[in-house]
């Protein structure tokens, strides 16, 4: 017998700067948790985040992509497919979603980004063409959301966002 899925409301998170709110919908947060490392054998998973406008300040991720077939994963690891990268957001951008920013998970229970991973997201940030005032950085643990996320905003330095409680 399966064992049935955990149930999630929205988490939303203040971003600096005044540029408002991004709503983690409960089926983001439901596709995170299909990925939790929390067999000693799954391998780190990651992909993209994508937006639209709900409201005057308010960016509501809708969509999660990744991982893919030609990605590089392992326990300990995660490297994208960048050409496939590029590929999903001309798609989605048709479809008027928005690259916000990339997620990935790591095999601890309240996740912190590595060296590697800031490093990583502030040469996308400078090298992003239509990146906004910023992009959005998660890291997916194995405990129970909200603990188990760490949200980050790159606009050239990397700032850690808390839940909105």
């Known amino acids: 017998m399966q064992k ?3 149930t ?3 988490l939303w998170y203040t971003l600096p700067n005044n540029l ?3 709503e983690f919908t409960a089926d983001v947060l439901e ?3 299909r990925y939790q490392q ?3 054998k799954a391998k780190e998973a990651g992909g993209q985040l994508f937006w639209k406008l709900a409201a005057q300040g308010h960016r509501q991720l809708v969509l ?3 991982p893919r077939k030609c990605d590089k994963r ?3 690891s995660y490297k994208s497919d960048w050409r496939a990268e590029q590929r ?3 798609k989605l951008y048709k479809k008027e979603l928005h690259w916000l920013g990339d997620w990935h998970t790591h095999p601890e229970p309240i996740p912190k980004p590595s060296r590697v991973d800031i490093q990583t997201i502030k040469e996308v940030y400078s090298k992003t063409k239509y990146r906004g005032s910023g992009i959005l950085m998660v890291v997916v643990g194995t405990k129970d959301f909200p603990e188990g996320l760490s949200v980050s905003w790159c606009d050239g330095r990397v700032q850690t966002l808390e839940p909105r409680t």
């Open 38 to 40: 929390k067999c000693v």
């Open 64 to 66: 999660v992509t990744g």
């Open 88 to 90: 999903e957001i001309d």
């Open 8 to 10: 999630y409301e929205s």
């Open 31 to 33: 596709y995170f948790s």
């Open 20 to 22: 408002g709110v991004v």
């Open 4 to 6: 049935p899925l955990k």
């Open 74 to 76: 392992t326990r300990t």
